[in-house]
């Protein structure tokens, strides 16, 4: 395998694309925001990364110290990924770099993949920017469901799949919709007040959502 290359240039900018530039790292840590996750679960929601590429670039991130491996115990017996404290705080970054690429997403092409997931930091932030508060929120779409833990802290953000036990909001929206406010086109607030997104639950966040 060939060595890595640097910038050698002195300059913060510099030393961070020196860590997380090459392609496929920024989108590596998308998927651990998630938790851990086996090597199968990542190569499976990263359609077009090929098995050596993404076993180099999960090396690299150990190295550097933005992810870990373990393994779990028995009976499941297999490795996980996840991110480290210095890896987790790339989430501010990973939502700046969606925020300014909103311009490019357009209408969902034919090629395009998609997984429901995908649309979680986008509707994390404009939740955030709500001011509805914090609580953990499943989120119902056609492609399917996963979850966020809107304010958490040192955890993982968001998560595959109903919540764990009884969520404080439960949002039901349309695919149209969720695109409309991943490319920064709509508000969750505003979805709701307009009835495209229907707001569920009895906690405080579903409350706040329903009364803003």
Do not use: N
């Amino acid at each position: 395998m060939s060595p890595r290359r640097s910038y050698d240039q002195y300059c913060s900018a510099a030393r961070a694309l020196d860590l997380v530039g090459d392609r496929w790292t920024l989108l590596i840590v998308r998927e651990l925001l998630a938790g851990p996750r086996r090597y199968t679960d990542l190569h499976a929601d990263l359609p077009g990364v090929s098995t050596d590429v993404l076993a180099s670039r999960l090396k690299d991130m150990e190295q550097d110290g933005l992810s870990t491996r373990r393994r779990l115990p028995p009976p499941g017996a297999a490795y996980v990924y996840e991110l480290t404290s210095r890896g987790r705080e790339l989430l501010p970054v990973l939502q700046a770099l969606g925020e300014w690429g909103q311009a490019e997403l357009g209408e969902r092409r034919p090629t395009d993949a998609v997984r429901a997931h995908w649309f979680a930091l986008p509707l994390l932030r404009s939740l955030r920017e709500s001011g509805a508060g914090e609580g953990l929120v499943e989120v119902r779409l056609e492609e399917g469901d996963f979850h966020l833990y809107v304010g958490a802290e040192g955890g993982p953000v968001y998560d595959d799949g109903p919540a764990p036990g009884e969520p404080d909001a439960r949002l039901v929206l349309g695919s149209g919709t969720c695109e409309a406010v991943a490319r920064g086109e709509l508000s969750v607030i505003d979805a709701v007040r307009g009835g495209r997104i229907e707001v569920t639950g009895d906690g405080a966040l579903a409350k706040a959502l329903r009364d803003i």
